[in-house]
């Protein structure tokens, strides 16, 4: 399983930016993905979930980016996206995707991350 | 949310000698209709992306060295490191995935001494 982020950069307050993480190596479209952050010298923050088509494709965010980021995936296309509105500083970090774990909520498969940076 | 606490903030520990970090939960972790606990636990090592330790709070995961161990139930959990080896040096998190927001201790820090 490879999981490769991509569409990091700099972006001003109130900016947006999409992140896309390809996979390869797994049936993509029955997976279970999640974007996860960490922000420079802190921990780990979970942000948002995407289930599988099969089992409905519904997104659950948590509260500090609901309404602001949005995931989706191409399956066709093996590729999960976040789009990411109206960016705060506080939201700079590194950005992982990872698979969840078969019947499980833990991850068990993480991309090298890509890093997002919200300055003036 | 659930609270996820971790201790200590740090240790420094012998080569060889025992590690042992705590994570309490705010609320239990365990589902009484299957008897899980919905307790996962990472390492992850400077420049690099988390790593799955543990699921179900002590189901390790393949792979994964038999000198590190998860144990606990409800609110409180441990995961110990035998043995430290100089590959184990590294922060280790624990998350739950009980509830949503699924949420992760602050972590841990593992040294030499």
């Known amino acids: 399983v490879q999981l490769v982020e991509s569409g990091g950069g700099l972006v001003k307050p109130g900016g947006s930016l999409r992140l896309s993480c390809a996979a390869s190596g797994m049936t993509f479209r029955n997976a279970w993905m999640s974007w996860v952050r960490q922000g420079p010298g802190k921990g780990l923050e979970w942000i948002g979930r995407i289930k599988s088509r099969t089992d409905g494709g519904t997104t659950d965010y948590a509260t500090p980016v609901k309404g602001r980021f949005t995931i989706s995936r191409d399956d066709s296309k093996n590729t999960l996206y976040l789009q990411m509105n109206s960016l705060k500083t506080e939201d700079t970090g590194v950005y992982y995707c990872?698979?969840?774990?078969?019947?499980?909520?833990?991850?068990?498969?993480w991309g090298q991350g890509t890093l997002v940076t919200v300055s003036s | 949310d659930i609270v996820m606490t971790q201790s200590p903030d740090s240790l420094a520990v012998s080569l060889g000698e025992r590690a042992t970090i705590n994570c309490r939960s705010s609320e239990t972790l365990l589902y009484i209709s299957n008897n899980k606990n919905y307790l996962a636990w990472y390492q992850q090592k400077s420049g690099q992306p988390p790593k799955l330790l543990f699921y179900w709070a002590s189901t390790r995961e393949s792979g994964v060295p038999d000198r590190f161990s998860g144990s606990g139930s409800g609110t409180d959990f441990t995961l110990t490191i035998s043995s430290l080896q100089a590959e184990d040096v590294a922060t280790y998190y624990c998350q739950q995935y009980y509830s949503l927001p699924w949420t992760f201790g602050q972590g841990t820090r593992v040294e030499i001494k």
């Open positions: 990872a698979t969840h774990k078969v019947e499980t909520n833990s991850f068990d498969y």
